[in-house]
């Protein structure tokens, strides 16, 4: 896995060094603070889980999985915490840079933070809004992570309230625990990344072709049509000229 962050590259481990991928992977992880984002990530590409972070650090992680077969090149953002504020949300610009560079979003709450849970309607309403902006003919793939299970005697969102939320925003729903259950972390993310690699590819922009230079005409252009008048008053004074010179002689 190689860890990407402020715009350096850190080596965790060996990469590589010509990718086989057949296509690149791209999903952003979003959600409150202290939600577990960061032990997510880091859980399902590295099996590994860290119970201590820096938060807010939004770092990008990068590696090579299989997926269906396929090589893939797998990079997944995680994310600044989004906050509830007494008149709204306050969210990072780096969230909605992101959704715009994203394939996939997973929203993440933990059960033992109520109002982590309150913050996914209002993620996944921007996720809709800035995904079809960006000029996409549809909504992002996205599902939800209900994390920290594990925490029974903290728990503050029934069991009930995660399925019915996933319902009405029309997405898949999985509970897990980042620090006891690898195999529903990584079952989560599998399945959202075979959901994307199904999906046709984008077609790239057009290529904008170069203004043609306009064309010189081969052909030598014609000369102006000479003055009549002036090719009279000429000859006039040809023959004038002449006739003065044979009365002279």
Not at 42 to 68: K, M, P
């Amino acid at each position: 896995m190689r860890l990407i962050q402020n715009m350096s590259t850190i080596a965790e481990c060996a990469t590589p060094e010509y990718s086989l991928a057949s296509r690149a992977i791209k999903i952003a992880v979003i959600g409150g603070s202290g939600v577990g984002k960061t032990a997510l990530v880091v859980r399902f590409l590295t099996r590994r889980f860290i119970g201590d972070y820096e938060r807010n650090a939004g770092n990008l992680y990068s590696r090579e999985v299989q997926v269906d077969g396929d090589q893939v090149s797998l990079q997944v953002q995680d994310t600044p915490g989004a906050e509830l504020a007494d008149n709204g949300i306050i969210i990072p610009d780096h969230v909605t840079c992101s959704i715009q560079w994203a394939d996939a979003v997973v929203l993440v709450f933990s059960v033992t933070d109520r109002r982590s849970f309150d913050l996914i309607s209002q993620l996944h309403h921007l996720v809709t809004h800035t995904s079809t902006g960006r000029g996409g003919t549809s909504t992002l793939p996205v599902i939800l992570l209900a994390n920290k299970v594990d925490l029974l005697h903290l728990r503050r969102v029934d069991p009930q309230q995660g399925p019915l939320l996933a319902a009405t925003l029309g997405c898949a729903f999985y509970e897990v625990s980042a620090s006891e259950d690898y195999s529903q972390v990584h079952g989560a993310f599998h399945r959202l990344c075979c959901q994307i690699a199904k999906q046709p590819l984008p077609a790239p922009p057009p290529v904008q072709s170069a203004p043609a230079e306009k064309r010189r005409s081969p052909l030598i252009p014609r000369p102006k049509s000479p003055n009549m008048q002036d090719l009279k008053r000429r000859f006039k004074q040809a023959l004038s000229a002449k006739v003065r010179t044979v009365t002279s002689v």
